[in-house]
Each structure stands twice: as C-alpha cells, then as structure tokens.
C-alpha cells in the first residue's frame, strides 16, 4: 500500500509509521556516539549500559527484576526478536496458538519453522480473545500461545481478566508464550499496559519482545529487544549468534543515554492519545464507523455504510480515487477474512490527519 500510495501520490496512513521528525536530542547522541568511536561491533547480546538501562527501566514500570547479563538482548528490531524466538523452541509439528487478525509475520515464521499456526479469530467487532475457544483448541503438541498488546491491526489491548484466564489455560502446562508488547508506551484512556513482565509466574515462561522504532519514532534504525530468562535468552543467543550476531552500535550508545530520562517513554500514551483524539474528531464528517482503540497508533473503521466492496478492492480505489492509502484488515488474515474493516495509521502530523479526513470526507 505505501508503493500504491507513493504512485498515486496519497496521504499513507497506511503502513504504521510516524511522519514526523524523531527527537534531535537521540539523533544528536547517534552522531556523538559516532564520532567518540563507538564505530566497531557491539557485544553479542548488546551495549551493556543499554540493556541496564532496559533493566531499570522494566524495574521502573513493571516493578520487577530482570537480569540484564542473562535476560535481555538487544536485536535489530522487533520483527527479528519474535522471529528468532519461535527458531529458538520451536520444532516441526509443534503447535502455535495464534490470534487473527495479526501482525503479517507471525504465521510465516511459525510455518517457515516446520510449525503449526492454530489460528483463533479475535471477536469481532472488539477483537477480545475467546477463552474458552484457546482452551478447546490446545492440544499436547500445544507449545507456544503469541499474544499481541496494545494490539496491530486493532488498537485492542488486554486486560487483568485476559492475563487471568492465560493464567489459568497455561497452568500445569509446558506453553511457552511469546508477548509482542512493541506498543507498550502506546495506551490511552488510562489503561494500564498488561505486560507479561508483570507476572512472575508468566514470565518464566515467556519471550518478550521490544521495539524501539515504535518508542522513539525511528522505525527505520530496525532496532529492538527480547527479555526472556536464563535458560531461554541462553538458546536464543545460540540463534542470534549466527544470524545477526551485534546491533548497529552508535544507536545502542545513544539509547543507552537517551532510555534514562524517564519521560523520553511516559510522554508517548498522551501524545498519541491527542492524535488518536483529533483523528476521531476529524472523522466524525465522514461515513466511515470507526471502531475502539485503546492502544498501538493504530484504529479501524467499518465502511459498510460507503461501499460493499471487499475491502482490499476498497482500500486501492480510495487510494488512488481519493488519495488515501489505508490497510485493508483482511490482509492480518491467512484465509482472507473480510469483515469490511480498515485500518488507519493515525502516528502522523495534524495536518496530514487533517488532509486525510478532508479526503475521506468526500468518499
Ligand atoms: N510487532 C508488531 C505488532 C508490529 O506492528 C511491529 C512493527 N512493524 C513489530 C512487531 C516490529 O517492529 P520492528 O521490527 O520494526 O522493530
Ligand atoms: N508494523 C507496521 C505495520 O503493520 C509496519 C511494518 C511493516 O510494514 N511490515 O504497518
């Protein structure tokens, strides 16, 4: 959609990333980290300081302890840390639970791993879990459950009664799980982030993963981390360690400084709640019916009361018609599940939300 957009010369609020310029302070520490010489690899596992830095900073928000030497490494992105955690335990014929509509790289990974996705769909139209059908669907080839919170495509997030309920599907099982908390910063309305780091009893058994492109605006430095324990972060080393091996060093260096003033990650929930705010505002003049999003930068909207076409066909005829790209939600299915949903990046500059809804309004 973004190659669609760039074509027709669209507004993309499409593909999920930010428009606006990312802070000069970090950018400034890349250049100093640079120019003081920290030009060569980095340890295998990261930059020592940044991952103490990632430690306190767990400490901070989820008031726990994690091990920065055995429990944390820095990866280039989130996408890597998911992916090369399902290499890590997954054997062939193993069995993954799996929510759609979902992140696009989840089932590949598990099927390029000789693996098997169990697909469960999020209830539409409030993409909540269905418990009892995650109960009804494990099996003993059952090996890992990947969560998503705040969620991509839907803005979902969990809450206490989801963390309870996989309490209760986990207990007295080998299910290893796999939380994607890349939008961690990223909730609104007061909700509280449910990090799986917050429950010791879960987060023995489970990988979680990091972005700091979604953080601190810099989609583009690919830049991440998974905290695991001991014996896991062990085995994903092993992975790691002949795949990427070390991360860009200068922006370790500078995230190391950056990640330890506190408000570089608590400001982030309300600047984007403004625009998740304006963007809601501005659509009130369009057909579109927009659905929740209590988290991530992104929202969907229903267009059934516009178009009954499908909503790939939809998506590329607003584009070039109207001059805004958006992300048909069926493509976050393998069997191409069509509820007529779209989905809006809303992380951009007022006026290209504004120039956007203007479009829209015409549709
Ligand atoms: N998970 C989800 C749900 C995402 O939306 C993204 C952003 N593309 C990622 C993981 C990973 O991001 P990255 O690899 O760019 O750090
Ligand atoms: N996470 C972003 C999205 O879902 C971008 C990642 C990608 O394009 N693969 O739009």
Not at 235 to 250: A, D, I, L
Not at 268 to 291: A, E, H, I, P, V
Not at 319 to 329: H, L, M, N, R, S
Request: aromatic residues 12%.
């Amino acid at each position: 959609m973004s190659a669609l957009a760039t074509e027709h010369n669209a507004v993309n609020l499409g593909q999920g990333f930010p428009d606006f310029p990312m802070s000069a302070e970090l950018t400034g520490l890349v250049t100093e980290a640079m120019q003081n010489g920290f030009n060569q690899y980095a340890p295998m596992p990261g930059y020592m300081p940044l991952r103490e830095a990632i430690a306190e900073k767990i400490e901070f928000l989820y008031n726990t302890k994690v091990n920065p030497g055995t429990q944390i490494t820095i990866t280039p992105g989130g996408t890597y840390a998911i992916y090369t955690a399902l290499t890590t335990v997954l054997q062939p014929g193993d069995e993954v639970i799996v929510f759609e509509p979902g992140y696009d790289s989840y089932i590949p990974n598990i099927v390029v791993n000789g693996a098997i996705p169990v697909r469960i769909d999020l209830q539409f139209p409030g993409y909540k879990i269905n418990w009892a059908e995650v109960r009804q669907r494990i099996t003993p080839k059952t090996k890992m459950i990947m969560l998503n919170s705040p969620h991509n495509p839907t803005g979902a997030v969990l809450g206490e009664d989801d963390i309870q309920q996989l309490r209760e599907v986990v207990q007295g099982t080998n299910i290893i799980i796999l939380s994607d908390e890349v939008y961690e910063h990223i909730v609104f309305d007061n909700v509280k982030h449910q990090s799986i780091l917050r429950y010791p009893d879960l987060a023995k058994r489970s990988f979680v993963c990091f972005s700091f492109g979604k953080t601190y605006h810099c989609t583009g430095w690919k830049l991440g981390y998974a905290v695991a324990p001991d014996a896991f972060t062990r085995e994903f080393r092993k992975v790691h360690q002949f795949n990427c091996f070390s991360c860009h060093t200068p922006s370790q260096v500078a995230l190391a400084t950056f990640l330890r003033n506190k408000d570089s990650y608590l400001t982030l929930g309300s600047f984007l709640q403004q625009k998740r705010d304006y963007f809601l505002q501005l659509m009130t003049n369009t057909r579109f019916s927009m659905l929740d999003s209590k988290g991530s930068y992104f929202i969907c909207a229903q267009y059934d009361r516009i178009s009954d076409e499908s909503d790939k066909d939809f998506a590329i005829r607003i584009t070039k018609e109207f001059g805004v790209a958006v992300i048909p939600v069926s493509a976050f299915y393998q069997n191409g599940t069509d509820n007529k949903v779209v989905r809006f990046c809303f992380g951009k500059k007022e006026e290209t939300l504004a120039l956007a809804a203007e479009r829209l309004s015409q549709v």
